[in-house]
C-alpha cells in the first residue's frame, strides 16, 4: 500500500517545528507503543537530532507489554530515553516518572534562569499528543480527538516554574515507501480512512493476526477454525455479525471497519506490529 497524503497543514507544520526548535531546549517524541518505529516520523527524527529528546511511547495498554520494554531497551541503546505513558489511565507515577527524566536531560532545570526551559511535543497524527500534554499540565488546555490532525494551530503552556510545552499538529512524510509501515500506520488509526482501502487494511491486519495469533481472531469472533485466506475470514466474520448487503452477501467494506476498530479499541488483544530489529523498510 502506498499513501500519499501530504495536507497543506502538515508541510506548515514542519516548517513552524523547525523554526520554534531554535527556541527549545527540549523535545517530547510521542511515537504509538503498538508502532514504536513506523510511528517515528523520519524527518522528525532529522529535525530534532541537535535536541535532547525524551521518546514517550502512547497507548500502551493497547500494546504487548514485552515488546513494550525490548522498545524501551533498543531506544536506550541509541541513546534515546524512552518511557511508556498512558495519557488516559495513567497514574502520576507516570507523570512523575517523565519529569524525572527532564530533570535529569536538563541537569539543574530549577535553577536561576531568566525564562523557563521550553519544550515541543511532536508526533504523528492520533498519537495523543494533546492528551499527553493535557494529563501533564493536570487539565484540558489541548483539543482531543479520535481524528488523525485534530490539534490546531499552536500553543505555549505552562507545566511548573521552569518548563513550558508548546504543542503541534502532528506531523507525517509524505511519501510511505514501505507497504508494512502504510498498513501499520492505517491499522492504528494514523491515517484518515478515506485516503485508503478499509478492506485492503484489514486484510492484512487479519493476515498478521493469523500469523502470529490465530486464537485472537477464534475468541473475538467465536470462529472454530481460522480460514486459510483474509478474505475467507472477512466473509465468515461478517456472516456471523450479520453484517450483511440486501440480497444476503456479506458488506465486506463494514466487516473491514469493525476488525479495525477492535484492533484500535484492544478488542482482539494487545498486539505490536513492530519487532525490534526488522526495521523501517522505508525506501527514502
Not at 469472533?221 to 466473509?235: Q, R, S
Amino acid at each position: 500500500m502506498s499513501v500519499h497524503w501530504y495536507p497543506g497543514h502538515m508541510a506548515k507544520t514542519k516548517r513552524l517545528i523547525r523554526e520554534q526548535l531554535r527556541l527549545c531546549d527540549l523535545v517530547f517524541e510521542l511515537a504509538d507503543a503498538r508502532i514504536p518505529q513506523s510511528s517515528r516520523n523520519p524527518v522528525l527524527n532529522e529535525l530534532t537530532a541537535h535536541k535532547p529528546r525524551i521518546l514517550i511511547l502512547t497507548k500502551p495498554d493497547l500494546a504487548d507489554p514485552t515488546r513494550t520494554g525490548e522498545w524501551i531497551e533498543v531506544f536506550g541503546t541509541q541513546g534515546i530515553p524512552a518511557l511508556k505513558f498512558n495519557a488516559v489511565r495513567g497514574g502520576e507515577s507516570g507523570i512523575r516518572t517523565v519529569m524525572r527524566t527532564v530533570r535529569d536531560l536538563l541537569k539543574n532545570p530549577a535553577g536561576n534562569r531568566p525564562r523557563a526551559y521550553r519544550a515541543v511535543t511532536v508526533g504523528i497524527p492520533n498519537v495523543g499528543k494533546s492528551s499527553f500534554i493535557n494529563r501533564l499540565t493536570g487539565q484540558r488546555v489541548a483539543q482531543t480527538g479520535k481524528a488523525p490532525g485534530t490539534t490546531r494551530g499552536k500553543q505555549w503552556i505552562r507545566v511548573n516554574r521552569w518548563l513550558e510545552l508548546l504543542d503541534t499538529p502532528g506531523t507525517l512524510w509524505p511519501k510511505l515507501g514501505s507497504p508494512a509501515v502504510g498498513f501499520k500506520l492505517a491499522a492504528t488509526g494514523a491515517i484518515r480512512e478515506e485516503v485508503f482501502s478499509r478492506e485492503e487494511v484489514a486484510g492484512w491486519l487479519v493476515s498478521w493476526l493469523m500469523h502470529n495469533c490465530p486464537r485472537a481472531l477464534r475468541q473475538r469472533y467465536g470462529l472454530p477454525a481460522v480460514p486459510g485466506d483474509t478474505a475467507d475470514v472477512l466473509e465468515v466474520v461478517g456472516r456471523k455479525r450479520g453484517l450483511l448487503l440486501p440480497g444476503g452477501k456479506v458488506d465486506h467494506d463494514r466487516t473491514a471497519a469493525m476488525v479495525l476498530k477492535d484492533y484500535r479499541e484492544g478488542a482482539l488483544g494487545r498486539f505490536t506490529l513492530d519487532v525490534p530489529g526488522e526495521g523501517r523498510g522505508d525506501d527514502e
